[in-house]
């Protein structure tokens, strides 16, 4: 694997060096770990003249859901903290000390005290912005990426399959979703990918909710979104139920339509399609339906390394997707006072020819009464 990240780096010295930029410090911990197997706390990568360093306030420790630096990349760790150290200056001074008359940092992350820190330190070091480079570079996951996020779907379905055989009446929406994430940890995941979202009754279908101590009740919609970080990699699914009884007719009206739109959404999916037209097939059966005002601001989005990474499935979202790119197809519906429908889903881009896109999340979209 140690190859995957020496090209990872080569790939956007590419493009900094193309700027016309002799360095480039890193210092997103997605983008850290992307580019040099794991990022320690408070880590810096520094894409050097002479030589890439890893900058770690300590070793880095041995646990493996955190990675592992690449072998092949040299770690600079800083002095006892009693020094007083800081990763990111002291990488900086190691680009000087490489000879670097300019450094690329990620201005969209770098605080402004650690900005003027740099400039303090390395005055004649001219700093430029290395802008999303490494986030675009981390859209297109290769295969062994993708096996993470499948495996981490694969636990996601698991814990939430068991809830589903449990009884639900009673208990509350917190309890749910904290049985939820510890099933996750139970079968193999680091943790959940985001917070877990149980909804239950007037709560349901609402995006981000976040669990309260209201109690199941029969006839209520119940809306899950739960997702399984492995490896550093994070996926999503999201499912709606109905609890001990049949579902009212409004509800099974509503839930149709939402599984619908999730459905154009999913067959939308192909390499060269664009966000906004992905975005467009999922809204517009809502919106003809009468519900534009209900609608969430997005379709879905990508996942990997977070749980929210371009692209974004919006109606201005400008470009096109690619193969072998994960993404999320969220729609729902949350009515106030009533409640409502999400159904989520991470799937694979792929092309025709392999067989359209790869639904890695399975657990079944029938609407069932629990």
């Known amino acids: 694997m140690s190859e995957v990240y020496a090209t990872r780096r080569s790939r956007l010295r590419d493009h900094f060096t193309a700027a016309g930029t002799a360095a480039a410090l890193v210092t997103r911990p997605a983008n850290v770990r992307y580019l040099a197997a794991a990022a320690p706390q408070g880590s810096a990568l520094l894409l050097g003249k002479r030589e890439d360093l890893l900058v770690c306030t300590g070793p880095p420790e041995d646990r493996a859901y955190e990675g592992r630096p690449d072998e092949n990349l040299r770690l600079h760790v800083l002095p006892p903290s009693g020094a007083g150290g800081d990763t990111v200056v002291t990488a900086a001074d190691l680009a000087v000390s490489q000879d670097a008359d300019s450094l690329a940092v990620e201005e969209h992350h770098l605080t402004v005290a650690r900005h003027r820190a ?11 912005d290395l802008g999303g480079a490494v986030e675009q570079l981390r859209v297109v996951k290769d295969e062994e990426e993708i096996s993470c996020l499948r495996i981490g779907a694969e636990i996601a379905d698991q814990a939430l399959g068991e809830l589903l ?10 309890h749910l979703a904290l049985e939820l994430e510890r099933r996750l940890v139970d079968h193999g995941a680091d943790g959940p990918a985001f917070p877990t979202s149980v909804a239950t009754g007037p709560n349901s279908g609402r995006r981000g909710h976040r669990p309260t101590d209201r109690r199941v009740e029969e006839g209520d919609f119940l809306t899950v979104c739960l997702g399984a970080t492995y490896r ?3 996926c999503e699914i999201g499912r709606t139920f109905v609890i001990g009884t049949s579902p009212a007719d409004w509800q099974v009206e509503l839930y149709d339509l939402v599984f619908a739109a999730q459905r154009a959404g999913r067959e939308s999916l192909a390499p060269g399609a664009a966000y906004g037209d992905v975005d467009r097939a999922a809204r517009q059966v809502l919106d003809s339906a009468g519900y534009a005002e209900a609608l969430p601001p997005l379709t879905g989005h990508g996942v990997g390394l977070e749980i929210d990474e371009d692209p974004q499935l919006a109606p201005a979202a400008m470009g096109k997707l690619d193969a072998c790119v994960p993404v999320t197809v969220e729609p ?15 799937l694979v881009v792929r092309p025709e020819a392999d067989g359209g896109p790869e639904l890695l999340t399975i657990t079944t979209k029938e609407l069932l009464a629990l």
């Open 118 to 128: 740099i400039a303090s330190v390395a005055p004649r070091l001219r700093l430029g």
């Open 232 to 234: 550093g990699y994070r």
């Open 332 to 346: 729902g519906v949350h009515l106030p006072g009533r409640g409502g429908v999400r159904i989520d889903d991470t």
């Open 165 to 174: 055989e449990s009884i639900l009446v009673g208990r509350t929406e917190r």
